[in-house]
């Protein structure tokens, strides 16, 4: 199935499966509002806590956007395959799009005829610093210091200043190194990547043409940004701050002094 796909007249059935912290679930929840608007169906599949604090769905799409509840398990993130892949089987969807962390997934899915993308939420430039899929799969990115994070990697071939401060490098540091749960996120990132047959990220081509086209080359894969997309906001929000923060802003832009 080409990537041009879910923009046909067939209707789908898409599964979105995010990483479970609420700055990754919220860009998933605004993407699976844009797909059902185009008639499709969506399951978005989390766990039990983080489906009882999604918004609400709006009532009109209501009934494409199906919320499905796994249980939180003991070990953790990668202890939802089991139910995840009886899900998948027993709902046959079309396409998953899902996060950085599941590297159990892509597999699955493809055993299962599902076709794969990797939704990234984060800006073009962040993963392509990571360097190639096998880079990232393998470990064997040269860098091992803050102070090479701080510099453009040798990959980038053309002009730019886009690096990490020493307070970022130092967190960038430790994913490339296992953890307790046997896996780097690198090689969770790398074998997601790899198993995927397109990448989506939430980012714009205007803002980010060349890392845009560096991540086709170190991946191999076709790229689509789908833009920032920002929440949607209610205007007929009377919450009593948000009302006096709008009036200071109007009067602010009005030239009154408050």
């Given amino acids: 199935m080409d990537s041009n796909s879910m923009a046909k007249n067939t209707k789908l059935h898409v599964v979105m499966f995010p990483w479970l912290a609420f700055g ?79 590297h159990w997934l892509p597999p699955v899915a493809a055993r299962l005829g599902i076709s794969r993308a990797f939704f990234f939420i984060i800006s073009a430039w962040f993963l392509a610093f990571f360097g190639s899929t096998e880079t990232i799969i393998n470990g064997s990115d040269e860098r091992n210091k803050a102070e090479d994070f701080m510099i453009p990697p040798k990959w980038v071939g053309f002009e730019t200043k886009v690096s990490y401060r020493r307070y970022e490098a130092n967190r960038i540091i430790p994913a490339a190194q296992g953890n307790d749960s046997g896996f780097s996120d690198y090689y969770r990132s790398g074998k997601v990547i790899d198993g995927s047959e397109v990448i989506f990220i939430r980012h714009c081509n205007e803002f980010e043409p060349d890392w845009l086209k560096l991540l086709e080359e170190l991946h191999h894969k076709q790229v689509i940004p789908l833009g920032l997309m920002p929440p949607q906001v209610k205007e ?22 408050v």
């Fill in 24 to 102: 990754h679930i919220l860009p998933y929840l605004e993407l699976s509002k844009f797909i059902a608007e185009k008639g499709h169906k969506i399951s978005f599949v989390s766990t039990p806590r983080n489906i009882d604090r999604l918004p609400k769905i709006p009532l009109h799409l209501v009934s494409s956007i199906t919320l499905v509840k796994i249980p939180f398990p003991k070990k953790a993130f990668d202890g939802l395959e089991n139910d995840l892949t009886r899900f998948l089987e027993n709902s046959a969807p079309a396409w998953i799009l899902y996060d950085f962390a599941p």
């Fill in 236 to 257: 007929e929000d009377n919450n009593e701050s948000w009302v006096s923060i709008k009036t200071w802003l109007d009067n602010q832009n009005k030239g009154t002094v």
